[in-house]
């Protein structure tokens, strides 16, 4: 009984892993936390001194992790993960291939990584060598075009496919998402266009941030310059549009931003950020044989630049991310209804910028 207890009692904490800007600013780096399921509570475990680790990404075995560096240099690092003490120790880094890298995603099998860059209008591909190291025969794909909002291209985040054969990447500066069939044996050149290169959104929708339903039937995509989620059937490298809706009030005139998306993973809500004026986070209930979505609330995030969010394991918690005021805010989510409540809980610290939940191992 008492190993039972004690069994339980771990899976309720979560290491959490937080990213952050380090310039100009106080935070150093990744800082890893305990949080603790059954409360909400986050206790310090300890940080990787790192510059400006903005957005990364762990492997499917939690072993490693890859990290932007959005600083004076634009490059990628490998990070070793130890999931029992939360430890992280530098591996080594390489050249993002284009500056201002933004986002980074991993493969299913840890084979390689792919970071978007903002700055560079790039999507670059990384491979992973067996010890975790990043590889040094990179591929850089610079995109072209652009749109009615902005005059070039700005990749702004990379996605892999649930069958681990696309990646998939929101430009914000063409209002494009563009298709990507992956063949990691094509070393160095594992990306090619897909048979559909490409899906266009609305003029100056500005597409940010992209996440797929469990199900791997329909893809989200939310966009910063108009502010809306966009859903779409998905199939085999295929994206057909079946709805758009705005995450701004009727009349509202000033910048949304839209900034996050997600899906909780009992597949029954996806929730979707605005970062700007509004600082509110969209919750939608999911239609399960359209995909489409119907808005049940709005909650106010309460933090100023409300970046990126995330939900927790047991699903009952949501924590956001408020880069300009300097704090991550905890919500109480009820799993029945989607919505959810403010708890007064919140973690100060410098400029974060992506929260994750790693199971304590």
Request: include cysteine; hydrophobic fraction near 35%.
């Amino acid at each position: 009984m008492l190993l039972s207890s004690a069994l339980l009692a771990q899976s309720t904490k979560y290491h959490l892993l937080i990213g952050t800007y380090t310039s100009p600013g106080k935070s150093e780096g990744i800082y890893v936390y305990e949080f603790d399921s059954q409360n909400g509570a986050m206790t310090y475990k300890s940080k990787i001194i790192i510059e400006s680790p903005s957005y990364f990404a762990l492997t499917k075995d939690r072993k490693f992790v890859y990290t932007v560096a959005e600083g004076k240099e634009s490059k990628i690092s490998a990070l070793a993960f130890d999931s029992k003490t939360g430890e992280l120790k530098f591996l080594n880094s390489q050249p993002s291939g284009s500056n201002g890298p933004t986002y980074i995603s991993v493969d299913a099998k840890g084979k390689y990584v792919f970071a978007a860059n903002y700055g560079g209008g790039s999507l670059t591909a990384l491979p992973v060598e067996s010890d975790g190291t990043l590889g040094p025969d990179i591929q850089d794909i610079k995109h072209e075009g652009k749109s009615i909002a902005r005059k070039k291209p700005f990749v702004h985040s990379a996605i892999v496919s649930p069958d681990n054969k696309y990646v998939l990447t929101a430009d914000l500066g063409t209002d494009k998402i563009d298709i990507y069939r992956f063949r990691p044996k094509n070393r160095p050149q594992a990306l090619s266009a897909a048979a559909e290169p490409f899906v266009i959104l609305d003029p100056g929708a500005g597409p940010r941030h992209l996440t797929f339903h469990p199900n791997k039937k329909f893809l989200y995509a939310v966009t910063e310059i108009n502010s809306k989620v966009y859903a779409f059937k998905y199939k085999k490298g295929h994206l057909s549009q079946i709805q758009s809706v705005s995450m701004v009030p009727e009349g509202f005139t000033g910048p949304g931003h839209g900034a996050d998306v997600h899906v909780s993973a009992d597949c029954k809500f996806l929730y979707a950020s605005t970062r700007s004026t509004l600082n509110e986070i969209n919750i939608y209930s999911i239609d399960q044989k359209s995909g489409m979505l119907s808005l049940i609330a709005k909650q106010p995030s309460f933090g100023r630049s409300s970046r990126t969010f995330d939900i927790d394991p047991s699903g009952n918690w949501l924590l956001s991310t408020s880069q300009a005021s300097n704090e991550i805010i905890v919500f109480k989510r009820d799993q029945e209804s989607g919505k959810l409540t403010p708890t007064g809980q919140k973690l100060q610290i410098d400029k974060p910028s992506l929260v994750k939940f790693v199971p304590i191992e």
